[in-house]
């Protein structure tokens, strides 16, 4: 049985940081790893994603310049480090693995149905 933890999330001030932490266990290795989040009232989106050897990343363009994906696939253990937080970014985190199939998850956005197995959520609430 796989399953994603994640955690790091909290309450900070616009303009503070953050970073989560999404603890992979069970058998075999993910390959693509995405965060996606979602708002009160909106859908989910992807957020970003990362290659199954960190060659390549991606950004939605409202996180771009401000967050960074990474993983250690030693530690099994994928990143959000969240930089100039924005109340707009105060949403559920999610983190997501995929396990079958593929992705570009390097190239364009990460697409909820490509991934199977899901962590719980963290709630990033961004106050003024």
């Known amino acids: 049985r796989v399953r994603l933890v994640e955690s790091g999330g909290g309450s900070v001030r616009s303009g503070g940081s953050l970073r989560l932490s999404c603890v992979v266990s069970g058998d075999g290795s993910p390959g693509c790893m995405s965060w996606f989040r979602q708002a009160p009232g909106k859908e989910r989106e992807g957020v970003a994603a990362i290659t199954p050897s960190s060659s390549a990343t991606y950004y939605t363009d409202s996180v771009k310049g401000r967050f960074t994906i990474s993983r250690d696939n030693v530690k099994r253990t994928l990143y959000l480090e969240m930089n100039s937080l924005k109340v707009e970014d105060t949403a559920m985190y999610y983190c997501?693995?995929?396990?079958?199939?593929?992705?570009?998850?390097?190239?364009?956005?990460?697409?909820?149905?490509?991934?199977?197995?899901w962590g719980q959520g963290t709630q990033v609430t961004v106050s003024s």
């Open positions: 997501a693995a995929l396990y079958r199939g593929t992705s570009s998850c390097g190239r364009v956005v990460p697409v909820e149905a490509d991934y199977q197995y």
